[in-house]
């Protein structure tokens, strides 16, 4: 059977009076409209279907019903589902008539369809002389089947095939008599409907899935959904800045770097773009755009990172921006100018007979014709394919001056206003907005360089216009001006324009004590190119050069930061010399005197603490600090119990270079601090310190002379901050002051670990996963077949992850089992037999690691899962919930810190088995000599020395 539209009549007679007409004429006239009929359904409406035809089944598989829909053949034939009606009026007018005003049509037997009369290609396996392939005829009735019709409760599976309506064409030839009389002598056109059931093979072969594609192109061209269903939904990591990571401009650099040189995050990019390319014939304009990419995102030297790479981070977040709108548009691509008519010529897929899946799978949609929606949907993907190349091609960056463009905070790419870092050329123009090209007006974008944009005032100078839909202020092009002219500028367009925003220019050097506490108390800065309306612009530099820009929303108030202040600091002696400190700390270390109490703490009486005449107590206060304190930290433990004991009042440090005290305090302030040394005598000299020096007992006593003016009150809110940011924690003096005692002790017993009879096999500070086959992990329940160290213990882990989502490959180790604070089953159990004794180290380390870690369990596993992808965590519940008791997930990994990668295999441990002795007994028998503890020496205790 030839499908109608192979080819068409181009023309047709007219008609003359008392004309004799042939048949020839009078079918001419019938195929020439008949084409345009068909001409106009395709190409002008469109192909597939377009409503209806939903197929369902009830539970006992007895019956299949469809409903009534629309549906348009490449051929042009428009099929509904009909049934025949009125046959006595059919007999009398001489026609065939059906119904079509139903609802649905239920079916409930079958038969085998393998006479064909129209001879339809489709359906064979191979050429037009194969055979038919495999499939069945639904029937209406369930009652008085005939010969090899069975009812639909005996067909196998009959749920997983595939329902195809058929419109079987074919020419009848004339006969002496039919059906309705014998005055017919023409031949009759046939279009029998038919309901027809395929297995899935039978129907890939139709459609072409199985590497034939053009039996039925427009089908596979569109079917992308499973495509679609497996694109990432990606994003641009924040850079977010800290004090810790904006100390030097190479430290903030590193942020933008670790994000734009994310070689996984760019290859998933990729691996997306090329999906979704390729399935459109995109694939000349792929090709330079993934050049683009790999060059402009791929930075091989890690300490020689550009000054724009800001500038790339930006552009990232465009690209990813512009992916996911050809993501959101990929799936609703189903426009065909040009539809191949031998796609489905004379049937339809109506999908699986159960399928209770959104989008169904074998079920022609519907294709339609550009003329329904101006194709506006594959020109807006043709535009953002173009706008991805462009903003590849012409990123740039070069030498210019500040400027302030109006743009949008929310919203897609091409609403906001274009870049600085693009050349902005009329090709980038027409691809950056879709909806500003549709209607011609493509120049009518805001943008830094504005020598293409329309020659109108308000395009080219907005910000003196009304813009109330623009709410971000775009502020580019500073890098290479001075800082006078940066703040000149920004001060005066503020002014100029009614500019709704604050900001401020830090060093990061010299300005750190300000960013310090600006961080610490504002945790939502981000880098955007520029402030959103009301908010803050914060432009870092290092020295003249300025470095990137972060800002944050809202005001940052006096409070929030320290730029309404300054602080002040000031040396001062401290009421205790030195060596009086030294010898008190030292008493506890001689025989008690049988004469007198010794003392057991270092006392200090306040009588007096106000800041701008605001008291801070109402009392004396004593303060008091043991003296086995002093004699580990000396006069450091002295200043943190102060800042400790008065949070909102005056910062107290001691400095060890110059053995003198520190006190910090906004210049403004004036304070009075009076104090006395208890510790031996109620009746040593009082020491008052102010802002212009110290009294002894009234008297002047030293003099650092501080021009200070009087600030109205006690600012308590700003002390706290400035205790929240400098507060000296743990100082001590042998090394200037970070780490307690207990922490020189910590790292002297876990290197000692090493050498421990019960530990010395075990790789304390594992290097690469191959070690952690060495570190036995045997717990409680263990059966045999049990993983009983480290290693296979996480790769069980990592395997589960796999099994749960397969992209997943990043897994890693981390905290105390690649730090060397681990603690495994052989540990645990040989402290719990000897925790008595107290000079055995791993004892010691045991009962320290409770101390200042207050942790006594065996270690937990700490798993990294570094992934860029969005997770069902819900898929995840039941692996948590197993290994709650042993192991803690995250799905991320810090970039700071030592993380190993899980993945070796079993082999690595037979390796090791060969030469080494693996050990796995969770119990040491053998028991340490416990050494002869050393005695304190006595020495002797002095009177306070006067202070120098």
Request: net charge neutral.
């Amino acid at each position: 059977m030839a499908t109608k539209l192979t080819t068409i009549t181009g023309n047709y007679h007219s008609y003359v009076e008392d004309q004799v007409l042939t048949h020839y004429q009078l079918n001419e006239t019938i195929d020439y409209f008949d084409d345009q009929n068909r001409l106009n359904r395709i190409f002008l409406t469109g192909t597939g279907i377009l409503c209806g035809f939903e197929v369902s089944t009830n539970p006992a598989y007895s019956m299949v019903s469809i409903t009534q829909g629309n549906g348009i053949t490449t051929d042009g034939d428009l099929i509904k589902l009909r049934t025949e009606a009125n046959k006595p009026l059919a007999t009398l007018i001489k026609q065939k008539l059906f119904s079509i005003d139903l609802s649905k049509i239920d079916y409930k037997s079958y038969r085998k369809f393998d006479n064909d009369k129209g001879d339809y290609l489709p359906f064979k396996s191979g050429d037009s002389s194969s055979n038919i392939l495999p499939m069945w005829e639904l029937l209406t009735k369930d009652t008085g089947l005939e010969s090899g019709e069975l009812p639909l409760t005996s067909f196998t599976n009959l749920k997983n095939h595939v329902i195809i309506l058929y419109l079987e064409s074919y020419t009848k030839q004339a006969s002496l008599c039919d059906e309705i009389d014998c005055s017919n002598r023409g031949a009759e056109e046939i279009f029998n409907l038919r309901v027809l059931v395929v297995s899935q093979e039978s129907a890939n072969i139709i459609i072409g899935k199985n590497g034939s594609p053009q039996r039925d192109s427009l089908y596979n061209k569109y079917d992308v959904f499973q495509k679609y269903n497996l694109l990432d939904e990606l994003g641009v990591r924040k850079v977010i800045p800290t004090f810790n990571t904006t100390s030097t401009t190479n430290k903030i650099k590193q942020l933008f770097y670790a994000v734009v040189n994310d070689s996984s995050f760019r290859a998933d990019l990729i691996e997306n773009l090329t999906t979704i390319f390729s399935s459109f014939g995109y694939t000349t304009q792929l090709s330079g755009i993934v050049t683009r990419i790999n060059t402009l995102f791929t930075i091989a030297d890690s300490n020689n990172i550009p000054t724009d790479i800001h500038y790339r981070y930006d552009l990232l977040k465009d690209v990813v921006a512009t992916y996911k709108e050809l993501k959101d548009l990929f799936i609703q691509l189903k426009s065909e100018c040009n539809p191949p008519i031998g796609s489905f010529p004379k049937h339809l897929f109506l999908g699986l007979i159960e399928d209770n899946n959104r989008f169904k799978d074998y079920r022609h949609q519907f294709y339609k014709a550009p003329i329904l929606d101006q194709n506006k949907t594959f020109n807006n993907f043709d535009s953002l394919v173009r706008r991805l190349k462009s903003i590849l091609d012409n990123y740039q960056v070069t030498a210019n001056v500040i400027k302030i463009t109006p743009s949008k905070t929310t919203g897609k790419l091409g609403t906001k206003s274009v870049p600085y870092y693009y050349n902005v050329d009329d090709n980038l123009l027409h691809a950056w907005d879709f909806e500003k090209s549709n209607l011609y007006i493509h120049k009518n974008n805001f943008s830094y360089h504005t020598t293409n944009l329309a020659n109108y005032d308000y395009i080219k100078s907005p910000l003196a216009y009304c813009i109330d839909d623009h709410d971000f202020y775009r502020i580019e092009g500073y890098m290479n001006d001075s800082v006078d002219d940066v703040k000149t500028f920004l001060n005066s367009k503020k002014i100029e324009h009614g500019l709704d925003f604050d900001f401020y220019i830090l060093d990061v050097a010299e300005d750190a004590a300000d960013l310090k506490i600006l961080f610490n108390t504002n945790y939502s800065f981000e880098h955007k190119a520029g402030v959103k309306k009301g908010g803050t612009l914060l432009l870092l530099k290092s020295g003249t050069t300025f470095i990137t820009d972060f800002a944050i929303e809202g005001k940052i108030s006096a409070d929030d930061g320290l730029g309404c202040c300054t602080i002040k600091g000031c040396s001062y002696p401290w009421i205790s010399s030195l060596r009086y400190i030294n010898n008190l700390s030292r008493s506890l270390r001689g025989t008690p005197s049988k004469k007198i109490d010794m003392p057991t703490h270092y006392r200090l009486s306040v009588k007096k603490y106000s800041i701008n005449g605001v008291n801070l107590i109402t009392d004396k206060v004593t303060v008091s600090i043991p003296l086995d304190q002093i004699l580990a930290r000396r006069l450091h433990v002295v200043m943190e119990t102060l800042n400790t004991q008065f949070p909102t009042g005056l910062l107290f440090d001691f400095i060890e270079e110059e053995k003198k005290l520190r006190i910090m305090r906004l210049e403004k302030d004036v304070f009075e601090f009076e104090v006395q040394d208890i510790t031996l005598s109620i009746r040593t000299p009082i020491y008052t310190f102010n802002e212009n020096g110290v009294l002894k007992n009234g008297k002047p006593f030293s003099s650092n002379k501080i021009t200070c003016s009087i600030f109205n009150s006690h600012k308590a809110d700003i002390y706290k901050k400035i205790h929240a940011n400098y507060d000296p924690i743990n100082k001590d003096d042998d090394n200037f002051g970070r780490f307690k005692k207990d922490w020189y002790k910590w790292e002297d017993l876990r290197n000692l670990l090493r050498k421990h009879h019960v530990t010395e096999e075990f790789p304390r500070y594992p290097k690469e996963f191959y070690d952690f086959y060495r570190i036995p992990m045997v717990y409680d329940n263990y059966h045999e077949g049990d993983p009983d160290n480290v290693a296979d213990h996480l790769m069980n882990i990592a395997t589960q992850i796999n099994e749960i989502d397969n992209r997943l490959t990043q897994i890693y180790i981390g905290g105390d089992w690649t730090s060397g604070n681990w603690v495994n089953t052989t540990m645990q159990n040989y402290y719990l037999e000897n925790s008595t004794d107290t000079n055995d180290d791993l004892v010691l380390f045991m009962n320290l690691r409770k101390k200042i870690h207050n942790e006594n369990n065996l270690s937990k596993f700490m798993i990294h899962i570094d992934s860029k992808r969005e997770v069902n965590l819900s898929k995840f519940e039941n692996l948590f919930a197993a290994y709650a008791n042993i192991a803690e997930f995250y799905f991320y990994k810090p970039t700071e810190g030592y993380f190993i990668l899980i993945g070796r295999d079993r082999q690595a441990l037979e390796e090791y088995k060969k030469d080494h002795r693996l050990v796995v007994d969770n119990k040491k028998e053998t028991k340490p000599v416990a050494k002869n503890p050393r005695k304190p020496v006595a020495k002797n205790l002095r009177k306070p020395n006067k202070p120098k």
